[in-house]
């Protein structure tokens, strides 16, 4: 079982539905976390708190999101470890990690706030689209 948490997915298929599906449905997740923490009045109303995560999210981590996206499919070549590093092109490689580290921080942000207003669903989606960025990274990084 731990190999395959390790390893991408042998199929292009799983891989690519997998990924679609949390990319897809972040917007959703993110939406109905910040609307119900509004309704329980977790903010103050006179403030913007809001909206600024909001349109950071929808302005900077779904476009950096769907370049991973694109980029760990297009050249996904089946079954490769997450931790896979491409000693030929070692900027690819230095490139596509500095990338899953800035989508890995804003995604254990929106974790950390799952858990801290206790929607526990943004919280595991947040950790299956982590393991998602992961997969992509290593799929972007093996081949260039």
């Keep these: 079982m731990l190999n395959n948490i390790l390893n991408t ?45 909001i349109l950071g999210y929808v302005l900077f981590y779904l476009p950096l ?6 980029a760990g499919l297009r050249k996904y070549p089946g079954r490769v470890p997450v931790y896979a590093w491409n000693r030929k092109c070692p900027i690819w490689s230095i490139w596509w990690t500095l990338l899953f580290l800035i989508l890995a921080y804003l995604s254990i942000l929106m974790i950390a706030e799952g858990f801290q207003g206790h929607l ?23 081949r260039v």
Excluded: K, M
């Design 9 to 53: 997915p042998c199929n292009f298929r799983t891989l690519a539905i997998y990924s679609i599906l949390v990319f897809l449905g972040s917007p959703f997740v993110v939406a109905f976390h910040y609307f119900t923490r509004w309704q329980r009045g977790d903010y103050p109303s006179e403030a913007d708190t809001i909206g600024i995560p």
């Design 65 to 70: 999101f769907l370049i991973i996206l694109c």
């Design 120 to 142: 526990f669903l943004t919280a595991i989606f947040f950790i299956i689209q982590l393991h998602v960025l992961l997969l992509l990274r290593s799929s972007a990084v093996s």
